[in-house]
């Protein structure tokens, strides 16, 4: 198998993610609910290099959580308050889309969507706009936006910035410096496994999406006051946060090295099929994706050959971003995505091109 569909999961998981689960299975006790701290450690360490990676002064304000979509509703649901405008993006991801649609439907806040880039965004703010709301790149294109930029724009302009950073994390730097809350998937670019994410936020109050027990201050009727705890009612995932550390210790240690095997890839890949597909996306200012057709073929039907005849995996349709593809005009014909990563080898850019060039002269 190659597997080209690394936006969507990273493999296969790294050695070193591999062994930090394995021993996370002999860690004893519950972290915040037992006399053994060994589990509490774990996640105090992982909470800890978080913050470091992503430039967060407190490592308090690291909430670990199931995901980026439960990061994504937690901030946008339990910040936002009624008749607060927002301003997001054609670019965005449903988990960013569909709870602010919520919110708008139930008359809470009103929303512009606009191009994700600044001049469009400045000339969308209201008085009463609260948040600007972004991706970092695109799960279609892999285009990355600048949201240094942004964020510097909405910091001068006393506006909220937050940012879904699911696929530039990992794969580029990212910096929280001009950000005022970054919503992350551990399971992509960060190497980790599926069912763990969260979000670093600065210092402000975030509604709980979830309440329950937290390990401290069990008699107060409300969450705890105190961050984390405040933002984080249940047992912790301490497998899928061991596997996290890891894997942002390793892309720490090797991330120069990650953007250019990346790199180099990405520019094979392009190099080998520019004479054979419609391409969406672009080589440059990108993270590892390729977004392309085949002229006269359906996205699925050129993603299933690829599957079933060459053992490649790739993802075809609307990417949960329906948006982008209506930007794109590719409502019914979808994109066919090629992900890649530094695991992927020029072997496989080479099978891949090969294919494509082969599709494109079936009939």
Excluded: W
Aim: aromatic share 8%; net charge negative.
């Amino acid at each position: 198998m190659v597997y080209l569909d690394q936006a969507a999961t990273s493999f296969p998981k790294l050695e070193e993610v591999k062994q930090a689960v394995m021993r996370a299975f002999d860690v004893a006790g519950n972290a915040n609910r037992s006399s053994n701290m060994d589990s509490s450690r774990l996640i105090f360490e992982a909470r800890r290099n978080i913050a470091q990676f992503f430039g967060l002064s407190d490592f308090h304000r690291v909430i670990l959580n199931g995901g980026n979509t439960e990061s994504l509703n937690t901030c946008i649901k339990g910040i936002l308050k009624e008749k607060d405008h927002v301003i997001t993006t054609y670019a965005e991801h449903n988990s960013v889309l569909r709870p602010l649609y919520e919110l708008e439907e139930k008359g809470i806040i009103t929303l512009t969507i606009c191009a994700p880039y600044l001049e469009d965004i400045k000339n969308h703010i209201q008085k009463n706009t609260r948040m600007v709301i972004m991706t970092h790149s695109s799960n279609v294109t892999g285009e990355i936006f600048d949201v240094d930029l942004i964020g510097k724009y909405c910091k001068e302009s006393d506006i909220l910035f937050m940012v879904d950073a699911a696929q530039s994390a990992g794969h580029i730097p990212v910096s929280m410096e001009n950000i005022d809350i970054l919503c992350f998937s551990g399971h992509k670019g960060l190497l980790g496994i599926a069912g763990i994410g969260g979000f670093c936020v600065k210092d402000m109050e975030v509604k709980p999406l979830i309440s329950g027990g937290t390990g401290i201050d069990s008699f107060n009727p409300q969450m705890p006051e105190a961050y984390p705890e405040h933002l984080e009612a249940g047992t912790q995932n301490i497998v899928g946060i061991v596997a996290l550390n890891a894997g942002i210790q390793y892309v720490q240690s090797h991330q120069k090295e990650i953007v250019e095997k990346e790199y180099f890839l990405l520019q094979k890949l392009y190099e080998g099929i520019t004479d054979y597909v419609e391409f969406y996306s672009s080589l440059e200012n990108s993270t590892p994706i390729v977004a392309i057709n085949i002229p006269g073929k359906d996205s699925a039907y050129v993603s299933d050959v690829l599957n079933y005849k060459y053992g490649i995996v790739t993802r075809c349709g609307a990417h949960c971003a329906p948006l982008m593809h209506k930007h794109l005009k590719t409502e019914e014909r979808g994109i066919v995505r090629l992900s890649l990563s530094f695991q992927n080898t020029i072997e496989d850019v080479d099978l891949v091109i090969r294919a494509i060039q082969e599709i494109s002269n079936d009939y």
